[in-house]
C-alpha cells in the first residue's frame, strides 16, 4: 500500500486516503476514543455557519467533517483529492450532493472555486497532510468573501513538555498498532505520527496564516493541546 513520507507528494498522500478510506471515520472514533467527535462539534461552534451560509470543508475527506454545519442550515462544499474519501462519503449519502452537502474533488493548492466564493472556509486534520501548507493558506483565503472566516482544526502539541514526551510515545509505539489492527494499514498510521510529530506548534501556525494574509488570528486548545483550532478572518 501507498504510504505518504514528510514530503507529502499529492499523489501519495491522495493514494494513501484512497486505500484507508473504508474504515477512516471507525478508525478515527478508536484511536481518539471517541474524541474526534468532541473536536467535530468545536470546529462547528467556531465556524459558527448561519442560515443560507455558504461554507467550503477543505480536505473534506468522507464529509464526516461536513455534515454538522447543514444541521445550522448553511450549505456545505466538501472538497477532497482523494477521489476514495469522497466516493465514500458521496455512498454513504447516497449521491455526491443530497441534503445541502456537495463533494466536489479538488487541490487545495489550486482551489476550484472563484474569488471571494465563500462565507466561511474550515479544514479539519487537512493542512497537515498538505505539501505547500503557506499556498493552502493563500487559497482560502482567496475563495474567502471579505469579512468570512477560518476555522482550522489539526492536532498539534502538548504545552507541557513531559506530557508531551508521553503522547509522543503513544503516537509512535501504540498508535499505529491499534489503527492498524482496526485497518489492516498501519502504513498509513506511522505516517500520522510521524506528521503530527514534524507538525508545528500552535504559535508557529499562527505566524503562518498571518504570513498569508489572514487578519485576527487566534486558536485554542482542544483534550490538552493534542488538537488546537486556529481561527481568522479575511478583513480585505
Ligand atoms: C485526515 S483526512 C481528514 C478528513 C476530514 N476533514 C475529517 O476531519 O475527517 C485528510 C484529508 O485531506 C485530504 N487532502 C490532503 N491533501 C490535500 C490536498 N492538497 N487537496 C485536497 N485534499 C487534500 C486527504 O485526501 C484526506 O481526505
Known sequence: MTRAKLDKKPQDVAAMFDGIAENYDLVNDVISLGQDRVWRRAVVDAVDAHSGELVLDLAAGTGTSSESFIRKGARVI??????????????RRGGASRGGV??????????????????AVTISF??????????????????????????????????????DKLYSTYLMAALPKIAGAFSGRSEAYDYLSESIMAW????????????????????????????????????K
Open 78 to 91: 466538501a472538497c477532497d483529492f482523494s477521489l476514495g474519501m469522497l466516493q465514500n462519503g458521496a455512498r
Open 126 to 163: 487537512g493542512l497537515r497532510n498538505v505539501a505547500d501548507v503557506d499556498q493552502a493558506l493563500r487559497e482560502l483565503l482567496r475563495v474567502t468573501r471579505v469579512g468570512g472566516r477560518l476555522v482550522i482544526c489539526e492536532f498539534s502539541h502538548i504545552p507541557v513538555e513531559f506530557v
Open 200 to 235: 508545528p506548534d500552535q504559535a508557529e501556525l499562527s505566524r503562518y496564516l498571518q504570513g498569508a494574509g489572514w487578519s485576527r488570528v487566534a486558536w485554542r486548545n482542544l483534550t490538552l493541546g493534542t488538537v488546537a483550532l486556529h481561527r481568522g478572518f479575511r478583513e
Open 102 to 119: 456537495t463533494f466536489v474533488a479538488g487541490d487545495a493548492l489550486s482551489l476550484p472555486f472563484a474569488d471571494e466564493t465563500f462565507d
